[in-house]
Every structure is written in C-alpha cells, then in structure tokens.
C-alpha cells in the first residue's frame, strides 16, 4: 500500500477526501431517511429532522470534499477556508448563541458576539494551521504579509457569514467559497 500521508501524489488527495465522502453517504443516506441513526441525527441537526442533513451538514462535508480534492497541500487556501468553516463559522454558532444578545443591524439572526468570535476564531485557527503546515515544511511564508491576507480573508468570511443569504446559500458553501476566493486572490497561489 502507498505511503498516502506523505505524498503529494494524486492519490493522496482522493485518499484524503475518503472519510469526508463516507460522511457524505451516511448524511445522504439518514437525510433520505433509508437508514435512522438517531445518534448522528441528534448530534448533528438542530430539530432532530433527517431532512437538515441534506442541507447544512451535507454542504459542509462537500466543501471537505471539495477542498481536499482541489487544494490537498499544495496552497494555503484549502487550510484557510476549511479554518474559517470549522473554526470561525463553527465557533460563532456556538457564541452566537450563548452571548448574542446584540443583533448586527442588517440581520438580526446575526450577532455581534457570533461575529466577532468567526473573525477571531478563523483568524487564529487559519494561522495556527498555517503555522502547523509550514514546520511540517508544505509551506514557507512570510508571516507578516500572511498575518495581514489572513486578516483580510477572516474580515471577507465574516462579512459574508453575517450576511442576510442563508435563505438562499447556506453559509457551509457561502463561507468556504468566499474564503476560497479571498484567500486565492491574496496568497496568488
């Protein structure tokens, strides 16, 4: 069998994108209700509905997919984006709910406390995997201008997570795209 967690080869990128896509089949599966697990569905819906995986926690999974088939570790912005979804977004729900009695003006299904913690814990967790990546020798950055584009690419996932869209773009496929984007346009790589 091939040394997957080493390489750089093609391989290891559909090697890494394997445990996401089991995940993927067993949200498919429970959220078209042809298996109940009710375990995965209480911890992973808010309303206990098979339904919601095939929404937010499917989209979440596909953007795993997505990042480790596209990125694997050849660039920074698959490791940002990814920070942003599981860190910033991830974090934010969490804070949102608990401190999030302030609404930002233009959504109030939004919090301030939620948005400062996506921003903050994006921000660190993008540059504490950044960090993680380049003493394992994937990357060599300078890490004021990485400092300063990370910063940038936490403001625009922020931003776009506080937005009023989820309606129309859950914000699993909103907050990693709009990092992607970001991240791809400041890094140049």
């Given at each position: 069998?091939?040394n997957?967690?080493n390489?750089?080869s093609?391989?290891a990128?559909?090697f890494?994108a394997l445990v996401p ?7 498919v599966?429970n ?12 911890s992973?819906?808010r309303?206990?509905n ?10 979440y ?6 990042s480790?088939?596209?990125f694997?570790r050849?660039s920074?912005?698959g490791?940002?984006?990814l920070s ?8 934010a729900d969490?804070?949102?709910?608990r401190?999030?009695s302030?609404?930002?003006f ?6 301030w406390a939620g ?14 995997m950044?960090y993680?990546y380049s003493i ?7 890490w004021?201008?990485?400092?300063q584009?990370?910063a ?6 922020t931003v776009?997570e506080?937005l009023?869209?989820t309606?129309?773009?859950d914000d699993?496929i909103?907050?990693?795209?709009a990092s992607m ?9």
């Open positions: 069998m091939a997957f967690q390489s750089t093609t391989e990128r559909y890494a896509l089991v995940n993927c089949l067993r949200l599966i959220g078209l209700s042809l298996v109940k697990d009710d375990g995965l569905i209480k992973v819906t309303e206990g098979p339904k919601e995986l095939l929404r937010g926690p499917l989209y999974v596909l953007m795993l997919i997505l480790a088939l596209v694997w050849d920074p912005v490791v940002i984006s942003m979804m599981c860190g910033g977004d991830g974090v969490i804070i949102g709910r401190f999030g302030m609404k930002i233009y959504n109030e299904k939004k919090s948005s400062i913690s996506m921003f903050v814990f994006g921000f660190l967790v993008s540059i504490g950044l993680f394992l020798g994937y990357y060599q950055l300078d004021i201008e990485t400092l584009r990370v940038l690419v936490s403001l625009v996932a776009i506080s009023p869209i309606e129309v773009v699993n909103s907050v990693p795209l984007v970001a991240a791809y346009l400041s890094f140049g790589y």
